[in-house]
C-alpha cells in the first residue's frame, strides 16, 4: 500500500508565498518520477511542475515563481510557490511514479489535495 500525503496548503494574499510538501509512504523499490497538479475551480487538472533524475520541468505560467525539490531520503517531494497570483487559486494534488517492491508494474499514485486560496 502507497500513500501520499500532503501538507501546506492554505490562505495566501496576492504576492505572498507558501511551500507545499508531499511525503510518499509505503512498501516502496524506486520512484522514477514526483510532481504537481493543479485544478483551479470549474477547470481541468492542469500540471505545475514535476521532477526526475534528469531534470525538473513547469509549466510555464510557473516558470520563475514556483520550484520543485526533491528530498531523496525522504520520499518526499516540495513545492515552493513565490508571488502567487489570484489564479493561482486551486486544489494542488501530489503524485509519484513509482515501483512497489515484489512488484514490476510502474504506475502512478495520486494525493488527496491540498487547496491553495489566493486572494486578499
Known amino acids: 500500500q502507497v500513500q501520499l500525503v500532503e501538507s501546506g496548503g492554505g490562505l495566501v494574499q496576492p504576492g505572498g508565498s507558501l511551500r507545499l510538501s508531499c511525503a510518499a509512504s509505503g512498501v516502496i523499490f524506486s520512484i522514477s518520477a514526483m510532481g504537481w497538479y493543479r485544478q483551479p475551480p470549474g477547470k481541468e487538472r492542469e500540471l505545475v511542475a514535476t521532477?526526475?533524475?534528469?531534470?525538473?520541468n513547469y509549466a510555464d505560467s510557473m516558470k520563475g515563481r514556483f520550484a520543485i525539490s526533491r528530498d531523496n531520503a525522504k520520499n518526499t517531494v516540495y513545492l515552493q510557490m513565490n508571488s502567487l497570483k489570484p489564479e493561482d487559486t486551486a486544489v494542488y494534488y501530489c503524485?509519484?511514479?513509482?515501483?512497489?517492491?515484489?512488484?514490476?508494474?510502474?504506475?502512478?499514485?495520486w494525493g488527496q489535495g491540498t487547496q491553495v486560496t489566493v486572494s486578499s
Open positions: 503524485y509519484a511514479r513509482l515501483r512497489q517492491t515484489g512488484v514490476s508494474l510502474i504506475r502512478d499514485y
Open positions: 521532477i526526475t533524475t534528469g531534470g525538473t
